[in-house]
């Protein structure tokens, strides 16, 4: 009797959470959730990792997830409830993920070519065909690695912001310091890398006009300590070194680290960028 009391309350906290605006986290902190498309279970599909923790409806992984997040967290909770008029640069996700989106965002997706993703608006970052101010927030997920001009995609996302609007940008972040990749690399969508990225990326967008924030899991480790999984792609060791520890914002706590499958943490690192007024 008292476990279906208790399963009944859970129950509506679960759906009480559904109807919660985007960002917000569960009550009962158990199982796994996703923030974008609002679908809930026991475990997401894949194991706990950047490019996995699977969300079966939408699509979505953990970095999509924690970009969300990163954008609920900053842009949302400064412009309370109102409609933000979102761009995502060339989604790799397709239609469950952009209708979610829909619920939240006045939200469109933009492509270059549509090669390897299909947007409602064609644009080149360098030279973006859209009016100054044309969005409260832009959200740019490993697309800059492919941009041959960094610095001039880095200004024109600014032109195309609102005065308060926000960037939120994740790019590969692979080392301390950026280089051109050794030898020629492509992604799993064919498209070739033009940057290894390092932390420097952070004042390339200061140089552009913003004022910059990295955010990252709370278990983001500190030089010395256990940085978690690692993967061979990412120099790990010059990453913790070189990163701006002092500069770094957390977001979450330990516990909503694991059940949302942010791991290891120096993966998922996210710049907040602001236009600097
Ligand atoms: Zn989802």
């Not at 360098?126 to 044309?134: H, R």
Request: charged letters at 25%; hydrophobic letters at 40%.
């Amino acid at each position: 009797m008292r476990d279906l009391a208790a399963r009944a309350h859970r129950a509506r906290h679960w759906e009480k959470w559904v109807r919660s605006p985007v960002g917000a986290v569960p009550p009962v902190r158990e199982g796994a959730w996703c923030t974008i498309c609002r679908w809930h279970g026991v475990r997401y599909h894949g194991g706990e990792r950047c490019e996995s923790a699977l969300c079966p409806r939408c699509g979505s992984i953990a970095r999509d997830r924690f970009l969300v997040a990163c954008l609920a967290a900053g842009q949302v909770a400064r412009r309370g409830t109102a409609k933000l008029k979102v761009l995502e640069t060339s989604p790799r996700l397709g239609p469950a993920y952009r209708s979610a989106m829909g619920r939240w965002f006045d939200y469109t997706c933009s492509d270059l070519d549509e090669r390897a993703h299909r947007g409602q608006v064609r644009i080149d970052l360098q030279d973006i065909d859209l009016p100054d101010g044309s969005f409260d927030a832009v959200m740019s997920s490993h697309v800059l690695e492919h941009v041959p001009d960094t610095a001039r995609a880095l200004s024109e996302l600014r032109r195309i912001l609102t005065p308060d609007g926000s960037l939120h940008l994740q790019v590969p972040l692979l080392q301390g310091a950026t280089t051109r990749p050794s030898t020629p690399e492509f992604h799993g969508d064919h498209t070739l890398v033009q940057w290894r990225f390092g932390w420097d990326i952070l004042d390339a967008a200061e140089d552009a006009g913003f004022d910059v924030t990295p955010i990252a899991p709370a278990t983001f480790p500190l030089p010395g300590e256990d940085p978690g999984a690692i993967s061979p792609e990412f120099d790990v060791d010059w990453l913790v070194e070189a990163a701006p520890h002092d500069r770094l914002r957390r977001l979450g706590d330990l516990h909503l680290d694991r059940l949302a499958g942010w791991r290891p943490a120096y993966m998922f690192v996210t710049f907040e960028a602001l236009p600097r007024r």
